[in-house]
């Protein structure tokens, strides 16, 4: 008989490869070999493995202050003493700070959502860091707001949503689009 249909007898292998398939972007195939690739990992590469993922779970949480993954207290752009913190960047996830780092042309902060408001999904503002940001534009010395939300419907949504609230607060609101 094939691989695939094999594993169907072999209980921990179904559920390694149920494991797998749960992850974003992951499909059935796909997760079966990866699960064959573990098995295949002598002992101490298999424990590392486990070990590296539960390691992530328990260390990493949001910056209390950016909403930024980290596994520090706070995260590495807002510890960093040289960024300008007059001007903030929305964003509307992890991956997007991620991206625009690596461009490296940015030396201001972040903001980040964790999300969009999405009418139509029910998502509204008190489902994202709307109000932590709010709070953190009104702070002395902020000057300048670049939205980059996605240009997605939800993402032009929120991007005006967040520039009514922000303009009579004196603060320049710009809309990137990258
Ligand atoms: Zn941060």
């Known amino acids: 008989p094939e691989c695939s249909n094999m594993a169907e007898y072999i209980e921990s ?90 461009v490296r042309g940015f030396r201001g902060v972040y903001h980040v959502l964790h999300g969009v408001i999405s009418p139509v999904n029910g998502i509204t503002p008190e489902k994202i860091r709307f109000r932590e940001l709010i709070e953190r534009a009104g702070q002395e010395g902020v000057k300048e707001v670049i939205i980059a939300t996605n240009p997605t419907p939800d993402g032009e949504v929120t991007a005006m949503y967040i520039s009514k609230y922000l303009k009579p607060l004196g603060i320049t609101v710009t809309r990137l689009a990258y």
Do not use: W
């Not at 990866?34 to 486990?50: G, H, T, Y």
């Not at 752009?77 to 913190?85: I, L, Q, S």
């Open 13 to 102: 292998l179904q559920r390694l490869a149920e494991q797998f398939g749960r992850l974003q972007g992951i499909g059935k195939k796909t997760a079966m070999r990866m699960a064959f690739s573990v098995i295949e990992m002598d002992e101490a590469d298999a424990a590392e493995f486990a070990s590296a993922i539960l390691e992530a779970k328990e260390k990493i949480h949001e910056c209390p202050i950016c909403g930024n993954l980290t596994d520090t207290e706070i995260c590495y752009v807002c510890d960093d003493e040289t960024r300008d913190r007059s001007v903030i960047c929305v964003v509307e996830d992890v991956k997007a700070v991620m991206s625009i780092e690596k």
